[in-house]
């Protein structure tokens, strides 16, 4: 049974930093492309940024600069420095994978496993 199970998330002040990690289980998670997700209060969830198994990133331009995806495919995880944050940012955070593709990645609307997310806040 596929398992993505993220944590890291909280309250921080505005200018703060999170990291977010999301442990996987129940396949080989260096064959996967994986990617970060969020979703505000009655907005659609987009695509904050994926990594595809040799390390290869893509960010959303509103968080180029800010925040960097990594993995670390002996220890099933993967993570997520966010710097600099902005009020803006407050959502729920979910990791994902994409299998298609042997773990290079197709794109943002790809992604087909979820975990059930973390909660960021940033205060003004």
């Known amino acids: 049974q596929v398992q993505l199970v993220e944590s890291g998330g909280g309250s921080v002040q505005a200018g703060g930093s999170l990291r977010l990690s999301c442990v996987v289980s129940g396949y080989t998670y260096s064959g996967y492309c994986m990617g970060w997700f969020r979703q505000a209060p009655g907005k659609e969830r987009e695509g904050v940024a994926r990594?595809?198994?040799?390390?290869?990133?893509t960010y959303a331009e509103f968080v180029k600069g800010r925040f960097t995806i990594s993995r670390d495919n002996a220890k099933n995880t993967l993570y997520l420095q966010m710097n600099s944050l902005k009020p803006e940012d407050t959502a729920m955070y979910y990791c994902?994978?994409?299998?298609?593709?042997?773990?290079?990645?197709?794109?943002?609307?790809?992604?087909?496993?979820w975990g059930q997310g973390t909660q960021v806040t940033v205060h003004s």
């Open positions: 994902a994978a994409d299998g298609s593709r042997g773990g290079l990645c197709s794109g943002f609307a790809a992604f087909g496993n």
């Open positions: 990594i595809n198994k040799y390390g290869g990133r």
